[in-house]
């Protein structure tokens, strides 16, 4: 079995956390082999709350990170804990195209998901996620677990993260070899992760030219209509979207067999919010075969204090609107 992993954030090894915007969601890292993925998202104004991850018995996790999301450009959390353990954030992105300050933070938790999943009985296992004391201020998180097991078939994992431009953007994973959608056993999956969602704010997704959604987005891992429970994340346990789903129906997880062409070397996909502040953070991919190519994202370019400033300004307008929404 091979494996690739390929760590593409600028702010990996720093000594100190930076704060970096990119111009889109841009490839993180890529496994590939007898590998699989598992997503999960939870946001509460209640702590502590629960987040999961399946995986089948004699799985060996490779990596896991929970992202973390928030409004209104809140300092990076010191006090989010997973199963206990203080969670510690190596990088924060600002989504500078929206308003409001939303912000995603992501950490590697894979030592505190590995000792439950390693040697386990297999099938879900729950997490206790506590979102500290600026709960209202943080949407809610999402899990991501690449895990091998030498029952799966020859897959490829790809995460991009960073932020999606909401006056519309483009992201796209790349092929050493043409897909081969002719073998019964294809698959193309992919979920997305977006914060800062409800209230039938939504984004659009194309995918290879062929929009499957104008529904993208709510609250489904939230469970509030508040600020501090707003947050979507494709989950293991979540159904498929239909082509064109209502908001309701939209559960951000995608089977992309019928998008992909015999032949093709790439999935492109295309998103854009009308609304102008929800934060797609998140996408996550899971192609049958190995041969996914990574490729460098752009320059990360460091925020002016201005920017965090823009954030801030929105706090009253911007908090009184969305629980309004929730009255």
């Known amino acids: 079995m091979r494996i690739a992993s390929y760590l593409l954030a600028g702010a990996l090894g720093l000594a100190a956390l930076s704060q970096t915007a990119q111009a889109a969601l841009v490839e993180f890292v890529s496994y590939t082999g007898n ?3 598992s997503t999960d998202g939870s946001g509460s104004t209640g702590n502590p709350d629960v987040i999961s991850a399946s995986a089948p018995n004699g799985s060996t996790v490779f990596a896991a990170y929970l992202y973390t999301v928030s409004n209104l450009g809140v300092p990076t959390p010191t006090d989010v804990t997973l199963n206990g353990t ?4 190596d990088t924060n992105v600002l989504n500078e195209t929206s308003c409001c300050g939303l912000t995603s933070y992501r950490a590697d938790v894979t030592d505190i998901v590995s000792a439950a999943i390693d040697g386990g009985a297999g099938g879900v296992y729950d997490f206790s996620i506590f979102e500290g004391f600026n709960e209202t201020l943080i949407d809610g998180s999402a899990l991501v677990v690449v895990y091998s097991n030498p029952t799966l078939p020859k897959a490829s994992v790809v995460v991009l993260d960073g932020f999606a431009s909401v006056t519309g953007d483009t992201a796209s994973i790349n092929f050493a070899k043409p897909l ?4 019964p056993a294809f698959f193309a999956e992919m979920i997305l992760g977006i914060g800062f969602s409800c209230c039938d704010q939504k984004s659009s997704v194309t995918v290879n030219g062929t929009l499957i959604t104008e529904n993208a987005g709510n ?3 939230g469970s509030d209509l508040i600020g501090g429970s707003l947050i979507t994340v494709g989950g293991f346990d979540d159904p498929f ?3 064109l789903p209502t908001y309701e129906e939209d559960s951000e997880r995608y089977d992309l067999a019928d998008y992909v062409t015999n032949g093709d070397t790439s999935i492109k996909i295309d998103t854009a919010n009308a609304s102008r502040d929800d934060n797609i953070f998140l996408a996550a991919f899971y192609v049958s075969g190995e041969a996914v190519i990574i490729e460098p994202p752009p320059s990360a370019i460091p925020l002016p204090a201005s920017a965090l ?7 009253a307008l911007f908090g ?3 629980f309004k929404k929730a009255a």
């Open 35 to 37: 590998v699989a993925l």
């Open 86 to 89: 203080t969670v510690t954030y």
């Open 180 to 183: 081969d959608t002719s073998d």
């Open 219 to 221: 609250n489904d891992d």
């Open 241 to 243: 979207s239909s082509l």
């Open 309 to 315: 400033l823009f954030g801030s300004a929105f706090f």
């Open 320 to 322: 009184l609107r969305r």
